[in-house]
């Protein structure tokens, strides 16, 4: 059973930068694609970027593309997100989520798509 676990969160100013980590346990992420979401009090989880199992094909939600970039690692079996510019609209509970998919197939930023998921680290941006 994958297992995910997030790190990286915390509180920082407008304009600033968070390296979000995704490290994965009881399975290897090459066969994985992973997900990011956010979650912020009383709104729906949202897509924020995800990236295939290959690492040649990412997307991003709109409000963060520019400023945010999905590295992976897959000799540590971990995924990051990178985040500069932060704004307070960024501010959210951030989790991560993984998917076992075909190798030809893209990923996607609907959280139904993930079946495994993290329990999230909190990032707050705020002056």
């Known amino acids: 059973q994958l297992q995910l676990v997030e790190s990286g969160g915390g509180s920082v100013q407008p304009g600033g930068s968070l390296r979000l980590s995704c490290a994965a346990s009881?399975?290897?992420?090459?066969?994985?694609?992973i997900g990011w979401f956010r979650q912020a009090p009383g709104k729906e989880r949202e897509g924020v970027s995800c990236?295939?199992?290959?690492?040649?094909?990412?997307k991003y939600v709109e409000s963060v593309k520019g400023r945010f970039t999905i590295p992976r690692d897959n000799a540590k079996n971990t995924v990051y997100l990178q985040m500069n510019s932060l704004k307070p609209e960024d501010t959210a509970l951030y989790y991560c989520?993984?998917?076992?998919?075909?190798?030809?197939?893209?990923?996607?930023?609907?959280?139904?798509?993930?079946?495994?998921w993290g329990q999230g680290t909190q990032v707050t941006v705020s002056s």
């Open positions: 989520a993984a998917i076992r998919k075909s190798v030809f197939s893209l990923c996607g930023l609907s959280p139904r798509e993930y079946d495994s």
């Open positions: 009881g399975g290897t992420l090459d066969y994985y694609h």
């Open positions: 990236i295939s199992r290959t690492g040649q094909s990412t």
